[in-house]
């Protein structure tokens, strides 16, 4: 255990925050988990979760129980303060810090002399000298770096995530980190703190060049999937299995296409790149492109079931996965939740929705006539259109011989 804190304050106990508070807990540093959402805390209390990843219950039980995680609604005095808050759009994808303003004023009348404060939320550049002028207007009795340099009062530093939903526990402590200090001071102080559980390496930078560098990681994939994307829309034009053609171009040593899908979501490919186009609207083409071609595939899809249900009076659709990728329960950004969505506004005919990964159908579709939360076996039996939208490993066996007397649209390839 480091003993350069005495404890650490976790604000956002979401995707990030939790596991991230629940990793330095089992190495012996007592957190304390910060959340608005009173459900989540009180789960959290329980030695519960309030989201899917797994392995986490069974370590959030175990430092619950040993005292060394607790939850509240409003922050407390720590020695470092972990922000995880979500940073979404506003208006026409302008990135929104409310969340980062909110926690950063939140924790400021706490803030002592040698605390650090460590942004974590994915961000547009720039954002971690704003979080440091928040702090700096609310506690002119303290100094920042921006002023103090590595003589400051308080380190700050930005340190982007870099985990896979589904991996989380394990990436956080294998994964490298880049800590993006304000000074080498900040980095430094930041190192100490990550190398209390992180056997991967501590990457030390500057804020901006670590800001850029977690937008760039997603932007370079979000390129890669609308090539894949653009290249089934081709493929099907040109009468050409796309799944096939691209396994037999990745059989060159030198090319690695991704997978195509229905589109792309979660709060990281489907955000981040737009931060740098809002930042550089005037550079980021290719960017902006390649969001363009991921933003429009879900309407490709919901063009070709309308296509088929028009063989039908009132056709029975199952659509199959609402998260944003398989075996998790996240629907930010899902382009799997916004098909099913325009298909339940349009009103085709009956609506079935399978999601194995949730317990109930979301309120955004469950105020639509005609759409019904079945199970898997329901859906496929009953369905005339069977749309697979996310590769589950549940969908995986499915009996073919029920498919075929069916529409099959397979966005995922899973079941070629």
Same mark, same amino acid.
């Given at each position: 255990?480091?003993?350069?804190?005495?404890?650490?304050?976790?604000?956002?106990?979401?995707?990030?925050?939790?596991?991230?508070?629940?990793? +330095?807990?089992?190495?012996?540093? *007592?957190?304390?988990?910060?959340?608005? #959402?009173?459900?989540?805390?009180?789960?959290? #209390?329980?030695?519960?979760?309030?989201?899917?990843?797994?392995? +986490?219950?069974?370590?959030?039980?175990?430092?619950?129980?040993?005292?060394?995680?607790?939850?509240?609604?409003?922050?407390?005095?720590?020695?470092?303060?972990?922000?995880?808050?979500?940073? %979404?759009?506003?208006?026409?994808?302008? %990135?929104?810090?409310?969340?980062?303003?909110?926690?950063?004023?939140?924790?400021?009348?706490?803030?002592?002399?040698?605390?650090?404060?460590?942004?974590?939320?994915?961000?547009?550049?720039?954002?971690?000298?704003?979080?440091?002028?928040?702090?700096?207007?609310?506690?002119?009795?303290? /100094?920042?770096?921006?002023?103090?340099?590595?003589?400051?009062?308080?380190?700050?530093?930005?340190?982007?995530?870099?985990?896979?939903?589904?991996?989380?526990?394990?990436? +956080?402590?294998?994964?490298?980190?880049?800590?993006?200090?304000?000074?080498?001071?900040?980095?430094?102080?930041?190192?100490?703190?990550?190398?209390?559980?992180?056997?991967?390496?501590? +990457?030390?930078?500057?804020?901006?060049?670590?800001?850029?560098?977690?937008?760039?990681?997603?932007?370079?994939?979000?390129? #890669?999937?609308?090539?894949?994307?653009?290249?089934?829309?081709?493929?099907?034009?040109?009468?050409?299995?796309?799944?096939?053609?691209?396994?037999?171009?990745?059989?060159?040593?030198?090319?690695?296409?991704?997978?195509?899908?229905?589109?792309?979501?979660?709060?990281?490919?489907?955000?981040? *790149?737009?931060?740098?186009?809002?930042?550089?609207?005037?550079?980021?083409?290719?960017?902006? /492109?390649?969001?363009?071609?991921?933003?429009?595939? *879900?309407?490709?899809?919901?063009?070709?079931?309308?296509?088929?249900?028009?063989?039908?009076?009132?056709?029975?659709?199952?659509?199959?996965?609402?998260?944003?990728?398989?075996?998790?329960?996240?629907?930010?950004?899902?382009?799997?939740?916004?098909?099913?969505?325009?298909?339940?506004?349009?009103?085709?005919?009956?609506?079935?929705?399978?999601? *194995?990964?949730?317990?109930?159908?979301?309120?955004?579709?469950?105020?639509?006539?005609?759409?019904?939360?079945?199970?898997?076996?329901?859906?496929?039996?009953?369905?005339?259109?069977?749309?697979?939208?996310?590769?589950?490993?549940?969908?995986?066996?499915?009996?073919?011989?029920?498919?075929?007397?069916?529409?099959?649209?397979?966005?995922?390839?899973?079941?070629?």
């Amino acid at each position: 255990m480091s003993t350069e804190f005495a404890n650490v304050s976790v604000i956002g106990l979401g995707y990030i925050g939790l596991p991230t508070a629940a990793i +330095l807990a089992t190495h012996g540093v *007592p957190v304390i988990g910060v959340d608005i #959402n009173q459900m989540a805390v009180d789960t959290i #209390n329980a030695g519960k979760i309030h989201i899917v990843e797994p392995e +986490l219950e069974a370590v959030v039980s175990g430092v619950v129980t040993a005292g060394k995680l607790r939850a509240t609604t409003k922050p407390e005095a720590a020695d470092a303060y972990i922000i995880a808050v979500p940073t %979404p759009f506003k208006g026409d994808h302008e %990135p929104d810090l409310g969340y980062v303003e909110a926690a950063s004023k939140s924790i400021a009348p706490l803030l002592k002399k040698g605390d650090l404060v460590i942004l974590e939320s994915t961000s547009p550049v720039g954002t971690t000298e704003q979080m440091t002028a928040w702090l700096a207007a609310a506690r002119p009795d303290l /100094t920042f770096p921006t002023l103090g340099g590595d003589a400051a009062d308080i380190f700050v530093v930005y340190c982007p995530e870099r985990v896979l939903p589904g991996r989380v526990l394990h990436e +956080l402590v294998e994964n490298d980190r880049i800590i993006g200090g304000m000074t080498p001071a900040c980095a430094e102080r930041a190192s100490a703190l990550y190398y209390t559980f992180l056997r991967g390496k501590c +990457l030390l930078s500057d804020p901006r060049t670590a800001e850029m560098a977690k937008l760039t990681e997603n932007a370079f994939r979000d390129v #890669n999937i609308a090539f894949a994307n653009e290249l089934s829309l081709i493929a099907e034009r040109l009468s050409i299995n796309v799944w096939d053609l691209i396994d037999l171009a990745n059989r060159h040593p030198r090319v690695n296409i991704l997978q195509p899908g229905p589109g792309v979501g979660g709060h990281c490919i489907a955000v981040d *790149p737009w931060f740098i186009v809002h930042k550089t609207p005037d550079l980021a083409r290719m960017i902006h /492109t390649a969001r363009k071609v991921n933003d429009e595939k *879900p309407h490709y899809v919901i063009h070709r079931v309308e296509e088929h249900a028009k063989r039908f009076s009132k056709p029975v659709i199952a659509c199959l996965g609402l998260a944003y990728k398989p075996d998790i329960d996240d629907l930010r950004e899902s382009p799997s939740m916004e098909i099913a969505e325009h298909l339940a506004q349009k009103q085709l005919g009956e609506l079935l929705i399978v999601e *194995p990964h949730v317990t109930a159908l979301p309120k955004n579709l469950a105020k639509y006539p005609g759409v019904e939360f079945v199970s898997f076996q329901t859906a496929v039996q009953r369905a005339d259109i069977v749309l697979l939208l996310v590769n589950h490993r549940q969908f995986r066996n499915v009996d073919r011989r029920l498919l075929m007397e069916k529409i099959v649209i397979d966005t995922r390839g899973m079941w070629r």
